[in-house]
């Protein structure tokens, strides 16, 4: 009885490994497809930036569109990032066109410019990625509007605090625009896709079980 019951035991262990092996190999299959999805956006043309009211959703991240409006100067927040010139912020400013108010991602200022990043003002066309909103915050801590402390990109905090009103859930990160500050264009579109070498770990304990098993099996029927 207590042969049989080891033996279910490994088959249950080799099937639940294996079924993860499979699981992660779909998975990267999805990876791969949202991969050549997105290079696709990074290489087209720009599109006309939707109106304000458009509720995106993540098949519409990484679009590159272009806005043409005004910007709303003395509204600026400055949201903490970590980019490739090192830690700073992202400039958030309002503009104002023509299909409603959207948020721009001006660029990266250093951190001993934070609330010093030259002012945008007057008509301006700006192409960019279109991304979703980031509510709650980031790096381990929360927004703190009333501190004006932004550790996400969260738009509808943003214009809260900021008093501006409805604006896009969403935000355009604008691109490059040469060496000034705000710095644009320095947005990471990197993916992690470890689903392979999960898969195959999983797909080895499958077999290392499968091997232990038999194994015991032989030692136990001499």
């Not at 997105?38 to 458009?54: E, F, I, Q, S, T």
């Not at 001006?106 to 007057?122: I, L, N």
């Not at 501190?147 to 969403?170: F, T």
């Amino acid at each position: 009885m207590r042969s049989l019951i080891a033996k279910l035991l490994v088959a249950a262990g080799v099937l639940g490994f294996l079924s993860l092996g499979v699981w992660q190999i779909e998975r990267l299959q999805w990876k791969r497809a949202l991969i050549r999805q997105v290079d696709a956006k990074l290489a087209a043309a720009p599109v006309p930036a939707p109106p304000a009211a458009y509720r995106a959703t993540a098949a519409d991240s990484y679009t590159r569109v272009t806005a043409r409006g005004r910007w709303l100067s003395g509204h600026d927040a400055y949201v903490q990032a970590v980019t490739a010139l090192g830690g700073g912020y992202w400039v958030m400013t309002p503009l104002d066109t023509p299909g409603g108010r959207i948020i721009v991602n001006r660029g990266f200022v250093p951190t001993d410019m934070r609330g010093r990043a030259p002012a945008a003002s007057g008509a301006a066309s700006v192409t960019g990625l279109l991304r979703l909103t980031e509510p709650g915050g980031g790096f381990l801590r929360a927004n703190d509007p009333a501190a004006g402390r932004w550790y996400s990109r969260d738009v509808a905090g943003i214009a809260a605090a900021r008093g501006l009103g409805p604006v896009a859930p969403w935000f355009i990160d604008a691109g490059a625009n040469g060496d000034g500050w705000p710095r644009g264009g320095l947005t990471i579109v990197s993916f992690r896709n470890s689903h392979l070498s999960y898969a195959l770990t999983w797909f080895a304990m499958a077999a290392l079980l499968a091997w232990l098993g038999w194994r015991a099996w032989r030692k136990g029927a001499q």
